[in-house]
């Protein structure tokens, strides 16, 4: 079973940076495509960010060009480098990993941008 934590969220004041980590347990890590996604209250889940295996990204509209998804696969970690923080981007963020029908979840971080 692989096990997800993230870290590295806080407050912190728009146009501001927050970095993300989250921390896998599972030993095939590599293999595992790996998202942030974020949820504000009353509002569904939606999609950040996400890395393949292969080092390919994909971002939501609403953070491209200001958040950037890394992966070091020698600590099992995958990073969230947040620039430009709005308050808009208030949110539980969440680490995501899957790789077939396996699908994992973290517990989640709490982003606040303040204004």
């Known amino acids: 079973q692989v096990q997800l934590v993230e870290s590295g969220g806080g407050l912190v004041q728009a146009g501001g940076s927050l970095r993300l980590s989250c921390a896998a347990s599972?030993?095939?890590?590599?293999?595992?495509?790996m998202g942030w996604f974020r949820q504000a209250p009353g509002k569904e889940r939606e999609f950040v960010a996400v890395i393949r295996p292969s080092g390919v990204t994909r971002y939501a509209d609403s953070v491209k060009g200001r958040f950037t998804i890394s992966r070091d696969n020698a600590k099992n970690t995958v990073y969230l480098q947040m620039n430009s923080l709005k308050p808009e981007d208030t949110a539980v963020y969440y680490c995501?990993?899957?790789?077939?029908?396996?699908?994992?979840w973290g517990q989640g971080t709490q982003v606040t941008v303040s204004s």
């Open positions: 995501n990993a899957r790789r077939g029908s396996a699908n994992y």
């Open positions: 599972g030993r095939t890590f590599r293999r595992y495509t």
